[in-house]
């Protein structure tokens, strides 16, 4: 018959690996929505400054020019998105909050 000694199994490692393991779900979670926040941000800054009631060369006066200036700035701010830094400062101060 085998002796088992469960008692000495090092529980607070697996404990310890779980928590770490929620911790760095929870970060990449948090950093997601920081991102798109940042990508909303920048959405709104990039319909400001594109709303011109001036001739535009790069999108004419046309039935669509409304949606295509609106898909050019999803686009525009979905690539620009984490890259100036609100994302970062937003995501160590809700970090620290928690």
Known sequence: MMNANYGSL??????????????SQS???LKEQTDKFEAFFLKQILDIATDTEEQDPLFPKDAGDKIYRSMYNDTMSSALSGGLGISQM?????????
């Open 90 to 98: 937003l995501f160590n101060y809700l970090k620290e909050g928690r």
């Open 27 to 29: 970060d990449a979670l």
């Open 10 to 23: 090092p529980t607070t490692n697996i404990k310890t690996a779980s928590a770490t393991s929620h911790s």
